[in-house]
């Protein structure tokens, strides 16, 4: 009867490097000894990154549940069914946007553009489907081209020319903007069809309760599925890997943050669309900057650019890609606009939504100073922008005050971010 045998860490070690001592302490990722120590290992690293100012995304987390904690406590319509699909349509618009913001702030620059870029491929979007009579898929398709076009341009000039990101993209904030008024012509407001499939973007809604717990359903065991033959995969490698009890807790936390929303939605209209989407791009995302050589690079170039270069990565592609990146969702974002408000019109892109689409990345937990941060950030920082956007609403507190304190929120964030890296470069961590 033979016996499988699994090389082990120590073993890898020695096959590695024959002339070290066979009783020498091999050199062991310490995030794979993390991984291997289980939930009590994670508890030990969490307590050690808190020391070291590695907060990650702990303060947006608390500070969501405090502000509906006071929202719900001044009304109680705020944590209702549909205030809360409510502000589940509405942050997709300005999370989408943030999707492609935090491409760019993970390099350590920024893009001023985005705004006027979504308003201008709403207006191409209309303007096609709606005067000219195009086909709206057709339409759909030029307008999400045309936001990827003008985001490389944008890319060319910073990556090519040197131009420096800031002026680059202010100077396409104007010029867009002024675009997307000559584009609307005189009347300045196109209505677009509120059964087409960019009016249903945000008003269609899966109303069978089964869609909403089987989505829930697909996402808790294809999750489990999928960390369960990774483990598997692991341990025939010799490689450390996660208890099944891990596994299991982590796949419990996601089955309720997945069907508790589900309920909620399934108390009002259903399941919505737009949540759907957003979901998708979350996903598709997170996996393109963790899994794949792309995002692995542009992590690297938030680093260091100089040590990019000579590891051989391609700076200039990788720049210009992500500011096409972040064209490709301002202009999602601006259809997903348009779908709300079933037109496009002169105000598209315009008023505080630059500032909310900048403030949800950096709110969720992307630093500003590049290298750190994930496409999920944008889900808690625009949770927070739109949550108390509807919460002083319900209170009828007027706009002005909404912006002052959507703006204090945002300085806290950036001043903890601050604080952060100054606290991690004296851990030695920076």
Known sequence: MSTEHHTSAEEVAQLANPSAPADAIPAVDPRLLVREQGLSGYLSEFGRKMRAGDLGSVPVVIGLIVICG????LNANFLSPENLTNIAITMVATGM???????VLLLGEIDLSVGSVSGVSGALFAVMAVTHGVNQWVAILAAVAAGALIGAIHGFFFARIGAPAFAVTLSGLLFWSGAMLQILGSNGTINIDPDGPVGQLTTYFFTDVAAGYGLAAVAVVGYFLASFFDNRRREAAGIPSRPVSEIALRTGLLALFTFGPAAVFNQYKG?????????????GT???????????????????VEAS??????????????????????????????????AANQSAGAGDLLMNVIAAAVIGGTSLFGGRGRTWNALLGVMVITSIQYGLALQGIATPIQYMITGAVLLATVVIDSV????QKTAGRA
């Open 420 to 423: 952060t890296r100054k606290t």
């Open 309 to 342: 270069r000579r590891a051989g990565i391609n700076v200039t592609g990788i720049r210009i890609t992500v500011f096409a990146i972040a064209g490709t969702f301002a202009a999602i974002g601006g259809l997903f606009w348009a779908s709300k408000i079933a």
């Open 286 to 304: 997170d996996f393109i900057l963790r899994r794949t050589s792309f995002g692995r690079s542009i992590f690297a170039l938030g680093g260091s």
């Open 271 to 283: 399941l919505p669309l737009a949540v759907v989407l957003f979901v998708l791009v979350l996903v």
């Open 70 to 73: 006071i929202f719900q406590g």
């Open 97 to 103: 946007m943030a999707v492609g913001i935090i491409f």
